[in-house]
């Protein structure tokens, strides 16, 4: 079953930002891109660290802590010492409203 959950409104993370942002059940990282809006899981898979403390560049966000860049668009990690991808979740926007799409794969 698809499930569809507020994330936060479109003005809370102006352009080429991102925020982190708890859900009921996981805490989310949200980029406003050029490219449009993404959604993924806020820790780095490396170790224990939030990737909204780090930086933004284009669709690329950078782990604050050992420097390993995920691509939003796919999630894949694109620098050691990383070596697992990011979770990406599916994002519909909806008035001024960011969602994202959640269910049994998630
Ligand atoms: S915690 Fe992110 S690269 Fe190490």
Redesign the pocket.
């Known amino acids: 079953m698809t499930q569809k959950v507020k994330v936060c409104h479109l003005q809370d993370v102006p352009l080429r930002e991102m925020r982190c942002v708890s859900l009921s059940d996981r805490n989310v990282l949200v980029a406003h891109t050029a490219e449009g809006w993404f959604v993924a899981d806020e820790m ?1 898979t ?4 939030r990737l909204c403390d780090g930086n933004l560049n284009g669709t690329l966000v950078k ?1 604050p ?4 860049r995920f691509d939003l668009t796919t999630g894949a990690v694109l620098d050691d ?2 070596d697992e991808p990011l979770n990406i979740y599916q994002v519909i926007t909806e008035g001024d409203i960011v969602y994202v799409t959640l269910d049994e794969s998630n």
């Open positions: 780095c490396h170790e224990d660290a782990c802590l050992h420097g390993s010492p990383a």
